[in-house]
Every structure is written in structure tokens, then in C-alpha cells.
């Protein structure tokens, strides 16, 4: 999982913000963007199974990782973030804003999501946990 994770990142660095013009690459970078946020949520909901949590839902199960201190507050707070974003583009629940969009992109936080995945994998890793 992180390996995709970090293969949809690379991919979202060769996308700038002019590139958003394009509809083509704006849907890409949409499309990746969701999948980056899916590897996220999938990474976390199997890091809570594998340290033995029962959770609820997404957001719980990377509440019950900050609990056990593997995410940060702020860490937990962009991860909750990332869950809404794509529950956003994947149940189409408002349109996606072009500026959140863009704001993305030409911030580069998508790294962010990265760091967290990393850091999450290499913490269980060190645990002895298979992630």
C-alpha cells in the first residue's frame, strides 16, 4: 500500500497548478489525489487492526492510532481531513472546489500525506507489526 501511495505522490509531482487548465490533467490530478487518500485510510484502518483496535469507521481509526501516540495531533487532524476529501470526491457529496484543488497542488500538501503514511509504516515496522 505505501508503495502505491508513493507512486500516486510522485505522479502528483509532475502536475503544477497551470496544469489544472487542462481538464484532462484536473481530473487526474483529482483521481490521484482520491487514491493517495484512499492508500492513506487503508494503511491506518490496517495499522489499528494489526495493534488490535476495534474502530469504527475511518477518522476512529486514526483516532485510536493518535491515542496510542503513532499520529500527532496535527497528523490526526490532517488525516481527518484527507478521510472528508475523499469522501467528498468519491460520494460526490458537493462538487469538488477547483481551489481546494489547486490550493493542493501548488502547496505540495499532498506530501504531508506521504510523510504520514511513511512514518506510520516505519513505526509498525520498528513494532514488529507487518503493515
Known amino acids: 500500500m ?15 497548478v497551470g496544469d489544472l487548465e487542462d481538464v484532462y490533467k484536473y481530473f487526474s490530478a483529482v483521481y490521484l489525489l482520491q487514491a493517495q487518500a484512499q492508500s ?6 490496517r495499522a489499528a487492526s ?12 486514526g483516532g485510536k ?6 499520529l500527532s495531533d496535527d497528523e ?3 488525516y481527518k481531513t484527507v478521510v472528508r476529501f475523499r ?3 468519491i ?3 458537493a462538487a469538488v472546489d ?4 489547486r490550493r493542493i497542488i501548488g502547496k505540495r500538501d499532498y506530501r504531508e500525506v506521504a510523510k504520514i503514511a511513511v512514518k506510520l509504516v516505519e513505526e509498525l515496522r520498528r513494532r514488529g507489526v507487518d503493515p
Open 2 to 16: 505505501l508503495k502505491q501511495l508513493l507512486h500516486y505522490t510522485a505522479l502528483l509531482d509532475g502536475i503544477g
Open 40 to 45: 492513506l485510510i487503508d494503511i491506518v484502518s
Open 50 to 61: 494489526a495493534l488490535g483496535f476495534e474502530v469504527e469507521g475511518y477518522i476512529d481509526a
Open 65 to 70: 492510532l493518535a491515542r496510542a501516540g503513532l
Open 76 to 78: 490526526f487532524n490532517r
Open 87 to 89: 469522501n467528498i470526491v
Open 91 to 93: 460520494h460526490q457529496y
Open 98 to 101: 477547483i481551489g481546494v484543488i
